[in-house]
């Protein structure tokens, strides 16, 4: 066939089957358009379902940094049941377990690390890097990092709740601790300036742990305190109608031996100390050549990758994140928290005892032993008795603060009412005169004749048994009530604590009157009684040093030292908040709940002077650089559960008690307390500098342990400072850094 | 008896002329016919990006609502669980609201949406609590069932101070 010939149309219509392929291309063409309908209907439910699967993915990632803060917040101040002995102990191999706690992870000892050439330390003049490692300690690199998947931050219900396949969807997490620093003011100091630490300070804490450790707590002379709450009771009166009723010697002699209690401080604490000390081996310590630092600032980092697979299907949708936040783990611990009064006097300021006895118009009272188990700022004799019940069944935890004045200088307190006690027993007199004490009591002759000699007539009755007609010597009966004196009662209202042999430190010198004087009994029928007729005169005393139930004389105390005070400057770079005065603290409604408590939770570091009340929640430091007014109550929850919660006001000024108020804090006040309302500081108090004529209203401190501090162990000096459970860890409420990484 | 027909038929045609034109034009006509469905396929589209547009703008609504809800302390959700108020936003049209902005919905699109929160522990866990925000709207006749939904879920955990 050429080409002329050729002729489609001829060629087609003589061919037969044309119209097959026809209609077959036909039907694949709508084959091909059906497909690609239905492909593309289905691919765009697909996507659409993506869209959401992405989005689940990202709440599940997002869940996964919750949950593991979570976890990471419920466990960082938790102490749970371990020993803080063995935490020191075992904290290489502690470390070694990827799943330690983050209590553990977050109180690892670290070595102060120097060297290099930098200007990061903020310090004049030292050009060096400072930096915290704990590598040295040869614990393992992997201490610092823990791996989750969802069944461990208990995220398997979430995943199906948010419609996924729990058994194909992964979570991996990894929360690592990093960037460690330690907190070094601008002047270049680490701790705080009156710690030391030294290459052998960790032999040193194993050896002071053991057989010295009750040294540092200044008991190691205690045996056994008896109290007989008999003899302590037995003057105790009630006036009814001006009638002294002697209760005391009603209730001894109901009572009897009830009333007598044996302590063994001594046997309590090598209880105590025995089951510690003895998990300790020298050998397991592993000797440290540089500064330890337990306190720091670092950085959690968090890196989660999720595998999100929906149910039904089984392809993943990946999301990646990474996030970091800001830790600080932050020392706590209350000043000098076994003393309830602690004055530092590097001024060496004196003052006599008219300054002492008369203050500022009000009473300074230092109650060394609270037994008000309500914080209340009283106690009553059930609390008295509720206290030595729990004493013998061992179940008490509060112990009595001791007491120090520092300086050269004697300081001649006046020992007011105290004495009548706090000489006792060691002068009982012949004749017990509660009830009649006193000038204010007294009628004749000085209280009518002005520049009457120092002595009295007075009329009493005698409960004690006493001859019904006879002539009775007095003798060594003190009452330091002279002039109005006796504001200044270092041994508070009952003097409990000298029962328990703790005594004033530092230069103190106690006057006191002592009286000698004879007396006569008679018999009078109408009420039955019999009543007596004194005679008595006053003598002045002076003992010294000390302030003391058993009259020690210690030597001058020169070398003292506040412990856990940092630099104003090192607060503020630990602060969780920072306000620029106390005006801006006290209106931030961010901190505080509709019921006006504000949440604390590490240091709040308040520039300048601050005036500061209210109810408080959780557990931090104020820090005020200046001045600070308390003009109403300040109340803390001490604890929660079983668990303690330390709060403490630590200002750089002066303290000025402005209204009548209660606090429930330790205060370290660095320029010394005015008190311009009637206050009670429950916890302890503790000053740089201290002028008793500024008391002008009623100041009362009332020692309350479980307030001042965290635990028994970090109470004690030098040993305290390596405590873990004084040490905090706050976690910032905001994330650093937040970065999707991955979504496919 | 019908390939009889049948090839009396394609006889006819093929002993006829011009009948390719014929031909031709029957297979347009089925061509035609064919592409008609496909014609649908821009309406389709159309339709589609429509509902992703809503599924995206959903999602947004409910990702404010998660952020809004998580941005309060963990104390405030579990009051709100402890005083029964577990529906804190039920079925609320979201162009009755303002978000924690203070900004008004005014947008027309928004009136089709509605929000609903629900507040609840987490595996009856009282410290994890999880947040549940539905929003859905209807795509076409209510009474055909046309709704649509999302769900999100988020989880808050307990704010330890300590």
């Known amino acids: 066939m050429n080409a002329r010939e050729f002729n489609p149309l001829k060629y087609f219509r003589n061919k037969r089957g044309v119209t097959i392929p026809l209609v077959m291309s036909i039907i694949f063409i709508v084959a091909m358009l059906s497909y690609f309908s239905l492909s593309f209907s289905r691919n765009q439910d697909a996507k659409t379902f993506h869209i959401v699967n992405i989005e689940k993915g990202r709440l599940l990632a997002e869940a996964a940094v919750e949950a593991s803060t979570y976890k990471v917040r419920s466990e960082m101040n938790n102490m749970s049941n371990l020993n803080p002995v063995k935490m020191i102990k075992d904290v290489v191999t502690m470390l070694g377990n990827p799943a330690a706690s983050w209590f553990i992870k977050m109180r690892v000892p670290c070595v102060m690390i120097t060297g290099g050439v930098g200007a990061s330390t903020g310090i004049g003049g030292a050009n060096v890097d400072v930096s915290l490692s704990p590598d040295t300690l040869g614990i393992p690199n992997t201490w610092s990092e823990q791996k989750l998947d969802a069944g461990a931050m208990g995220l398997t219900q979430f995943i199906r709740e948010l419609g996924g396949d729990d058994s194909k969807s992964k979570v991996s997490m990894t929360i690592r601790v990093k960037d460690m620093k330690p907190v070094i003011s601008n002047s270049g100091t680490v701790l705080w300036p009156g710690a030391a630490v030294d290459d052998s300070v960790v032999q040193n804490f194993v050896h002071t742990l053991g057989s010295k450790l009750l040294s540092f707590l200044g008991l190691d002379n205690i045996a056994v305190i008896e109290i007989n709450l008999g003899d302590f009771i037995r003057g105790l009166s009630i006036s009814i109608f001006g009638i002294p009723i002697p209760v005391g010697d009603i209730l001894a002699g109901l009572l009897g031996k009830f009333l007598t209690v044996k302590i063994d401080l001594s046997g309590l604490l090598d209880k105590i100390l025995s089951s510690i000390t003895s998990q300790i081996q020298l050998g397991d310590i592993m000797p440290i050549k540089a500064s330890v630092v337990i306190e720091k600032l670092a950085t959690l980092y968090y890196s989660c990758r999720v595998e999100f697979v929906p149910a039904g299907t089984s392809t993943p949708v990946v999301t990646e994140i990474e996030a970091t936040r800001d830790i600080k783990v932050v020392d706590m611990a209350a000043p000098n928290p076994l003393y309830s009064f602690y004055w530092l006097n590097k001024q060496n300021s004196t003052y006599g005892e008219s300054a002492w006895g008369n203050t500022g118009g009000g009473k300074f009272k230092v109650m060394n032993l609270n037994i008000d188990p309500d914080y209340s700022g009283n106690f009553e004799i059930s609390d008295i008795l509720n206290f030595l019940k729990a004493a013998v069944s061992l179940s008490v935890i509060r112990f009595p603060g001791r007491c120090y004045i520092g300086g050269a200088g004697k300081q001649k307190i006046p020992t007011g009412l105290n004495d009548l006690l706090l000489l006792y027993p060691g002068h009982t007199p012949a004749i017990t005169m509660f009830g009649n004490w006193g000038y204010g009591n007294c009628f004749l002759p000085s209280a009518f004749f002005v520049g009457a000699p120092g002595g009295d007539a007075i009329p009493w009755f005698p409960y004690v048994s006493v001859p019904p007609l006879g002539v009775i010597g007095i003798v060594k009966v003190v009452a330091g009530l002279s002039n109005g004196c006796g504001k200044t009662q270092l041994f508070g209202d009952f003097c409990l604590s000298p029962a328990l042999d703790l005594r004033v430190l530092g230069n103190v010198v106690k006057t006191y009157k002592r009286v000698d004087g004879a007396g006569i009994t008679f018999p009078i029928p109408f009420p039955p009684c019999i009543i007596g007729l004194g005679l008595y005169m006053y003598r002045t005393e002076e003992k010294g040093y000390s302030y003391s139930f058993k009259e020690t004389e210690p030597k001058a105390e020169t070398d003292g030292v506040i412990e856990n005070i940092y630099m104003p400057d090192q607060y503020q770079k630990k602060a969780s908040m920072v306000y620029k005065n106390g005006g801006d603290f006290m209106s931030d409604s961010t901190i505080r709940d509709s019921n006006g408590v504000t949440m604390i939770d590490g240091v709040i570091y308040i520039e300048g002077p601050a005036t500061i009340r209210g109810n408080f929640y959780g557990a931090g430091q104020i820090v005020v650089n200046g001045d600070l007014t308390v003009n109403g109550d300040i109340t803390h929850r001490p604890k929660d559960g079983s668990r303690l919660l330390p709060f403490s006001i630590i200002c750089f000024g002066n303290l000025n008690l402005s209204a009548n108020c209660r606090v429930l804090a330790p205060i370290y006040a660095k320029k010394g307390v005015s008190c311009n309302g009637n206050a009670h500081i429950i916890g302890n108090f503790v000053c740089e500098e201290f002028n008793p004529g500024r008391i002008s209203r009623d100041l009362t401190i009332w020692y309350t342990p479980e307030i001042t501090t965290c635990s028994f162990l970090s109470l004690i000096p030098l040993v305290g400072r390596y405590m873990p459970d004084r040490y905090r860890v706050v976690l910032a409420n905001q994330f650093s850094t937040y970065k999707v990484n991955k979504i496919k | ?162």
């Not at chain 2, 609502?65 to 039920?90: D, M, Q, R, T």
């Open chain 2, 1 to 162: 008896m019908f390939n009889k027909l049948t090839k009396q038929i394609f006889s006819a045609i093929i002993s006829k002329r011009a009948f390719s034109y014929l031909e031709i034009l029957i297979a347009l006509a089925v061509l035609t016919m064919a592409l008609f469905p496909s014609l649908n396929m821009f309406t389709m589209f159309k339709q589609y990006t429509l509902y992703t547009e809503d599924i995206q703008i959903s999602l947004r609504l409910a990702q404010e609502k998660v952020e809004e809800y998580k941005a309060a302390s963990y104390a405030e959700l579990k009051a709100l669980i402890n005083a029964g108020k577990k529906n804190p936003e039920p079925e609320i049209q979201v162009n009755r609201q303002t978000n924690t902005g203070g900004l008004a919905y005014t947008n027309p699109q928004y009136n089709k949406f509605k929000r609903k929160i629900t507040l609840s522990f987490l595996n009856n866990d009282q410290d994890m609590i999880l947040i549940t925000v539905y929003v859905w709207w209807y795509d076409g006749v209510f009474a055909g069932g046309d709704q649509r939904f999302i769900v999100l879920k988020s989880l808050v955990c307990k704010d330890l101070v300590l």
